[in-house]
């Protein structure tokens, strides 16, 4: 009852702490239409550096203040987040509620692999419980502190309800496979594991379009006309085999502008969210379709996966390597009884995030590089350099524009705003007969 009590107290110091801040009048996106500055229009003049500086004085003084604050601000929300997660997972242990969690699996089914489900199952839900505040801050108050988010308290709870479904469904399944491998391969388990989990990241890629994104947001074919025809053009330019050009209602949650190409093989479907639709021009469609569709043309569906599954892999390895020590010293007192014991499952976890915690550079180079690809060929496929540099300024107003060296190293997953802008000069500036490069529909 005391861990209900200091949850509650906790949220309603959150939601204290929320409804005393002041609300954000600044407006953080540029206005509508596509923008080219004076300074990056093509002629004898034209430099890359001067044009790229022109860009990025588009944004005001106090909006890039804004955007560099919120990013910042998100260095250390990532170290509370893994903080409080480990702080999570040492109170399952010490308060004896994964050992009794286990106790009533076991008394449900004395069949392993079920009663590991069933572990897992209650360990989804009160780790949810346990983590909301911590959620809600991040994804809700602080969204809407920042003018990113435009949904309720009680619709944002209510996705967060159906995230929760979900991992109810696929959790058991897959941690209960994994305990299975542990059980039966021995100390060649963490192969097996990544194995299981490289199969498993595929299989939610595959699905995700059908069967998850639906749940949480409405899709419908994209009405004909000229975006239509752009899209299914550089689509059918780029060999993308669908017809699924669809449009989603993300504005009821987020004020972000974005698209993708996502499924695999009968399930690639291109989606583009009613805030890319209704906020930007064509060019600026294109751009960033151009970009998303270079992640399909380069493989990084299963190349990403590839990578991300050699990471966890070593997570693993971690895991093993360092368990055995950790349930040695701790594990008789919170009635652990070894790695295939799921009472561990807190202690698994725990030390799997500080592994990636330490790996959070690794990870993000291997997506901001992905990134960086997909830029390149996004703009050769759609030829859209003003269209790709306005549409990178508007991510700008919550993505610091240009960050140090190291910086970026250490927290991006994308190309910074300074290098997307400056990369699309450096195109315009090779490409200058370009007609698109000098495209009438630009507003000064």
Do not use: C
């Amino acid at each position: 009852m005391r861990y209900l009590l200091f949850l509650v107290a906790l949220s309603m110091g959150l939601l204290f702490a929320h409804s005393a801040q002041a609300e954000d009048k600044l407006v953080r996106d540029l206005p509508p239409g596509l923008h080219i500055p004076d300074q990056a229009r093509p002629g004898p003049s034209f430099d890359v550096d001067r044009a790229t500086e022109s860009y990025i004085n588009l944004l005001s003084p106090e909006q890039r203040a804004k955007s560099d604050a919120y990013f910042e601000g998100g260095y250390w929300l990532q170290l509370w987040q893994f903080l409080y997660g480990l702080g999570v997972a040492a109170l399952l242990l010490a308060s004896g509620i994964s050992r009794r969690m286990r106790e009533t699996a076991q008394r449900i089914s004395h069949r392993p692999w079920l009663y590991t489900a069933i572990y897992v199952a209650f360990w989804t839900v009160v780790g949810f419980a346990l983590t909301l505040p911590m959620t809600l801050y991040a994804g809700f108050f602080r969204e809407h502190q920042y003018g990113l988010a435009t949904q309720t308290l009680g619709a944002w709870l209510g996705d967060q309800a159906k995230g929760l479904m979900i991992s109810l469904i696929l959790a058991p399944l897959v941690l209960a496979t994994i305990y299975a491998a542990i059980r039966r391969t021995g100390n060649r388990w963490w192969m097996a594991a990544g194995g299981l989990t490289f199969v498993f990241i595929l299989f939610v890629s595959m699905i995700f379009p059908v069967f998850i994104a639906p749940v949480f947001n409405k899709y419908q074919p994209l009405p004909e006309g000229p975006t239509r025809t752009a899209v299914l053009s550089l689509a059918r330019a780029n060999q993308i085999p669908t017809d699924n050009v669809e449009w989603f209602d993300a504005s009821r949650q987020t004020t972000r502008i974005s698209a993708n190409v996502s499924g695999l093989g009968g399930t690639t479907r291109v989606s583009l969210n009613d805030n890319l639709l209704e906020r930007t021009s064509l060019p600026e469609i294109k751009a960033v379709m151009g970009h998303e569709m270079g992640h399909y043309v380069l493989n990084h569906s299963i190349r990403l996966p590839i990578y991300l599954g050699l990471l966890i892999l070593a997570g693993f390895w971690f895991v093993h390597a360092s368990f055995g020590w950790a349930n040695a010293r701790w594990g008789k007192r919170f009635g652990v009884e070894g790695l295939g014991d799921p009472a561990g499952l807190p202690l698994f976890m725990a030390l799997f995030s500080v592994f990636f915690f330490v790996a959070t550079p690794i990870n993000n180079t291997i997506i901001r590089q992905a990134e960086a690809e997909a830029d390149n060929y996004g703009l050769n496929a759609a030829r859209e350099p003003h269209g790709f540099a306005t549409a990178a300024m508007r991510l700008s107003t919550y993505r610091k524009i240009r960050p140090g060296k190291w910086e970026e190293i250490l927290f991006y997953d994308h190309p910074s705003g300074y290098a997307r802008v400056h990369g699309s000069m450096l195109w315009l500036q090779e490409n200058r007969d370009n007609p698109t490069a000098n495209s009438p529909l630009a507003a000064p």
